[in-house]
């Protein structure tokens, strides 16, 4: 079993009632999971919010519970921890379960409306091919290798995340690529992921109905670039009128690449048919069947 201090580490703890050591079975933000010895982190959702939930997950059996606002009556036997952002919290708190899987691989997030899922699966095909033992997480399908890993959610939550790359650490991976949803940037469920390099595709109008405005649609994709440490490659597509707007504030190395642009990889369409794609890229032709 984890000790609670060992997992709270970068998770912005502001103060703690009861034993920080004590020893925690699972790290749970849905109070009808919870089970005795875990610790209860109380998020607030799209939907509900964790917090009107800690009276439920202590009277399960929760050992410890990690929220931003303390419930007014605290249990004696419980260890309450209060956090300026239990969403981040959480991202931390998977990552340290799990420990920091993203830290032993080379993780390389792609973030954009279109073609993420195309990407990442060509990325971890390619890799494959050229004899690395690579993983994926995407919307589709998580991968291990070639090895297909079922999760309950097509986006998944922090600690399913953690544990996918925990488990492609195990099986020996060197590579993981995964798809980054701007959901997935806002709810905070890659906070405590090392990445070493970030994609994007391109922005257009949509998933307004969350973000409420594309400015707000653009501040959360950008928020990506902007939290990747100076050792990290951020990578854009300046065919995309929004592409600069990405890396203003990255300190990652900035690289771009385009069709009909300046860039520093541009590539050339010269044939698109039914049968595929004739290319050139950087000088070097190459054909794809691809279609598209």
């Known amino acids: ?87 981040f919290a959480l991202g931390q708190m998977a990552s340290n379960f799990f420990k920091r899987p993203s830290e032993s691989l080379r993780l390389v997030g792609v973030t954009g409306t279109n073609g993420k899922t195309t990407i990442v699966t060509l990325l971890h095909q390619l890799f494959l091919e050229l004899g690395y033992k690579t993983g994926m997480l995407s919307t589709i399908v998580n991968k291990v290798n070639q090895k297909e890993i079922k999760t309950s959610h097509t986006t998944p939550d922090a600690l399913s995340i953690n544990r996918v790359l925990r488990k492609m650490v195990d ?64 990578l854009i597509n300046t065919d995309d009128r929004n592409a600069g707007m990405m890396v203003q504030n990255t300190r990652a190395k900035k690289y771009s690449y385009a069709l009909k642009t300046m860039a520093d990889y541009r590539g050339r369409l010269m044939e698109d048919e039914f049968s595929g794609l004739q290319m ?13």
């Open 1 to 87: 079993m984890k000790r609670l201090n060992d997992i709270l580490y970068k998770t912005g703890v502001e103060s703690i009632s009861g034993k920080g050591d004590v020893a925690v079975a699972q790290v749970i933000f849905d109070s009808r999971k919870v089970q005795p010895g875990d610790v209860f982190v109380a998020v607030s959702g799209t939907r509900e919010d964790g917090h009107h939930f800690i009276d439920v997950a202590v009277r399960q059996g929760a050992a410890a519970v990690v929220c931003e606002t303390l419930p007014a009556a605290l249990q004696p036997d419980v260890t309450y921890v209060r956090v300026k952002n239990s969403a």
């Open 171 to 234: 099986d020996g991976c060197e590579y993981a690529f995964m798809e980054v949803s701007s959901h997935a940037i806002v709810q905070e469920r890659i906070a405590g992921l090392q990445f070493t390099g970030a994609l994007f595709t391109n922005i257009t109008h949509d998933h307004l109905d969350y973000h409420k405005t594309f400015k707000d649609y653009i501040t959360a994709k950008k928020k990506f670039f902007d939290d990747l440490p100076k050792n990290a490659f951020a």
């Open 280 to 292: 050139l890229l950087d000088g070097r032709e190459f054909y794809s069947p691809m279609v598209g």
